[in-house]
């Protein structure tokens, strides 16, 4: 934390030499060359500073509530996410708490998750949970036909689930079978869950060893009913949702169930409009998703060993976001003005070729700085989109697709996208800040920097900056109005955009303390690192 309205070189015997030579550099107007973490500081290796952009934020305007929800997290019985990943069972030698691997939950618990969607994805729409409950040894197996045909053997199951939420600290989000369930096996799970009422539902759950009920705040009411869970029109859906959610009973009147209807695929915007015309006044969600693939279908990519062309492509299909929230909202707005309803995003994130000598059908993927600026620019967006977007949840938790953490046995290791998603929890439950930047946008089309900004309850402000470029460090002027800051502290992240960490060198990527800033009376001024995201604390 440094002081703010001090000069500089009464600073100098609170910083390490090479910070204060760093500090230094940035006021000269130049990056300094060859720093390391070992010297105290990030290594900044980049060109001279040639551009000054200027960020204006209001601290006493408020624009919404930025919902922790917004950074939520996806597990489904896909590869080693489920199995292996989280669940490893009671007998296990890797240290676990009731079958739950001790590492994983520590790990998860550092970046508060706020919210776990489960079973699915497409798994959703051909799993019945009854098959999940009671003596493990009694369960009935499976074979999970959408991902790689692997036996289910339904060890890891609704009691399992809500263990690992009570554990994360998080809240469930449950996705129903619409596919091929029917509606009393919904309304059943749902009764099972919730209910204390003297019914056979609640009855069995107690003897399955839960006596209380739980709370389950949030339900979706089937997946991808226009693809894998049941190739149905928008309007054959409309009506099912229509009947299905009605028996999502609210067993709690202090406990409400927020429902959550399937919507469109990425552009599908006449999905949106049918299902918010003829089932809006339904539900409290409607969900998109809306995956990052650099090239075809059949052909995406890897997730190493890309060029600087493939860099670009991803993070230009990953800021289209923006556009799809912002056309599917004004869509919603014309039914729910009052923005009711919530944009729950709860699929998205970066998809590439396997790894190779992986089952294709697990899904796994190395991670590196490029899907950690996809993520630090898609939360930004979230963020300025809070009036509409309730909830995200990012595809998936462990090995598969954008994973937070990769695991191989008994080791674990946190990914870039981990450490991102770190640098945001802070702008969880905050108040969005009217904020205006002042830069411009790189050849490529891609912006020179991206920001997002909120207050906490406290007064703190927190600032989340992104530059996408791969050469050059961006100078940034941040004057705060409304407030006058007392100390400014700083993290960050940045690297060479193949970074990343592997089984061999688990930490060569991770957020660290940032100096890369000065301020004074008026304000500060930030520098922040090629392919890098800082996150600012001003108090």
């Not at 700085?369 to 993520?375: G, P, S």
Request: charged residues 25%; negative net charge.
């Amino acid at each position: 934390m440094i002081r703010c309205g001090s000069d500089l070189y009464q600073r100098k015997a609170r910083l390490t030499q090479p910070a204060f030579r760093f500090l230094k550099t940035v006021i000269d107007g130049k990056m300094p060359l060859g720093y390391n973490q070992a010297d105290g500081i990030f290594q900044i290796a980049q060109k001279e500073r040639k551009h000054m952009d200027r960020l204006i934020i209001h601290a006493d305007l408020k624009k919404g509530r930025i919902r922790k929800t917004i950074q939520g997290q996806f597990s489904e019985h896909l590869g080693r996410c489920i199995y292996g990943g989280l669940y490893v069972g009671e007998n296990s030698d890797i240290p676990n708490e009731n079958g739950i691997r001790k590492d994983v939950v520590q790990a998860l618990r550092e970046i508060r998750i706020p919210v776990l969607r489960w079973p699915g994805g497409c798994f959703a729409d051909e799993y019945h949970w009854k098959d999940g409950v009671g003596p493990k040894e009694k369960r009935k197996k499976m074979v999970n036909t959408h991902w790689g045909g692997v036996t289910e053997d339904n060890s890891f199951g609704t009691h399992e689930f809500m263990e690992l939420c009570r554990q994360l600290g998080c809240d469930p989000y449950i996705c129903g079978n619409v596919g091929s369930g029917t509606v009393q096996e919904m309304s059943e799970w749902v009764e099972y869950i919730t209910s204390d009422a003297i019914s056979p539902m609640t009855e069995w759950r107690k003897e399955n060893g839960r006596a209380e009920p739980w709370a389950l705040p949030y339900f979706g009411v089937g997946n991808e009913s226009w693809g894998c869970g049941g190739n149905m029109t928008a309007e054959y859906y409309a009506n099912e949702y229509r009947r299905y959610q009605t028996f999502v009973r609210q067993y709690s009147p202090d406990r409400k169930i927020y429902k959550i209807a399937c919507g469109p695929n990425d552009f599908n915007y006449v999905w949106t409009e049918v299902l918010m015309r003829q089932a809006g006044r339904y539900m409290d969600g409607l969900s998109l998703h809306y995956y990052t693939v650099p090239h075809e279908w059949n052909h995406k990519g890897h997730a190493l060993g890309f060029t600087r062309e493939d860099y670009v492509e991803t993070l230009q299909k990953a800021l289209r976001i923006d556009e799809l929230i912002t056309r599917h909202g004004a869509i919603m707005d014309q039914y729910d003005p009052e923005k009711r309803v919530g944009l729950i995003i709860d699929e998205w994130g970066t998809w590439y070729d396997v790894e190779e000598g992986t089952n294709p059908g697990f899904l796994y993927q190395q991670n590196s700085m490029r899907d950690a600026m996809v993520a630090g620019l898609s939360l930004n967006i979230f963020n300025k989109h809070c009036d509409r977007v309730h909830m995200t949840n990012i595809a998936q938790m462990i090995n598969v697709l954008q994973a937070m953490l990769l695991t191989e046995g008994p080791r674990m290791i946190k990914t870039p996208t981990y450490y991102a998603f770190k640098l945001f929890s802070c702008h969880q439950e905050n108040e969005l800040l009217e904020s205006h930047l002042t830069t411009e946008k790189q050849e490529n089309g891609l912006p020179a920097l991206q920001e997002s900004s909120s207050v906490a309850a406290d007064g703190t402000v927190y600032v989340t900056l992104v530059n996408p470029s791969l050469d050059d460090a961006r100078e940034v002027r941040v004057e705060l109005q409304g407030k006058q800051a007392q100390a400014v502290s700083a993290r960050a992240l940045f690297g060479s955009m193949e970074a990343h960490n592997s089984f061999d060198e688990p930490d060569a990527v991770a957020d660290a303390e940032y100096r890369g800033f000065a301020c004074d009376q008026d304000g500060l001024t930030v520098t922040v690192p090629a392919c890098g995201i800082v996150r600012l604390e001003i108090r």
